[in-house]
């Protein structure tokens, strides 16, 4: 694993990065490893391989998904909790999940591309999200079938 955790992505971590079978685990001191779930129920599997991954026989794409957040109340109130919110993000893009955002032009809410192993956990990540929280955005999450990737965010 590097030294420094924060700075682990595709390159670092490899298939598990993508997998549907990961589950990222951050530590109180912000180190985060990467978890298969597959080794819960078959032993061939490592519970914490080494890192990057470059081939593995169990590997599926997770599900990626586009959330809509859409303001719900004015943007001075959006923007009291905006640096939370991104911290939100950073947290969960550091583990895998979120892999681009931007807010709207002009700023009626944003648009964040997930992967995840399925809809349940995200809508548990979305609900943790402090806009949500705080009331100040709603979230409208939609499904997409990885295989039709191209380009940048092609795996």
């Known amino acids: 694993m590097p030294p420094d955790s924060a700075a682990l992505g595709p390159e670092q971590v490899g298939l598990c990065f ?3 079978f990961k589950r ?3 530590t109180r001191r912000g180190s985060t490893f ?3 779930a597959r080794a819960e129920s078959d032993p061939r599997w490592p519970r914490f391989p080494p890192l990057p991954v470059r081939v593995c ?3 599926e794409e997770a599900m990626l998904y586009v959330v809509l957040v859409h303001y719900t ?3 001075a109130a959006v923007d009291a909790v905006r640096a939370q ?3 939100h993000l950073e947290r969960y893009a ?3 999940v979120f892999h681009a955002w931007a807010r709207r032009d002009p700023p009626t809410g944003g648009v964040l591309v997930a992967a995840v192993p399925d809809r349940a956990t995200l809508e548990a990540i979305v609900a943790e999200d402090p806009y949500v929280r705080a009331g100040v955005a709603r ?3 939609v499904e997409f079938n990885p295989a039709n990737v191209r380009g940048a965010m092609g795996r």
Do not use: D, K, M, S
């Open 18 to 20: 993508t997998c549907r």
């Open 24 to 26: 990222a685990v951050t």
């Open 34 to 36: 990467f978890r298969c």
């Open 57 to 59: 026989g169990g590997y």
């Open 73 to 75: 109340q004015p943007l």
């Open 85 to 87: 919110h991104i911290a």
């Open 94 to 96: 550091r583990e895998g």
């Open 139 to 141: 979230a409208e999450i």
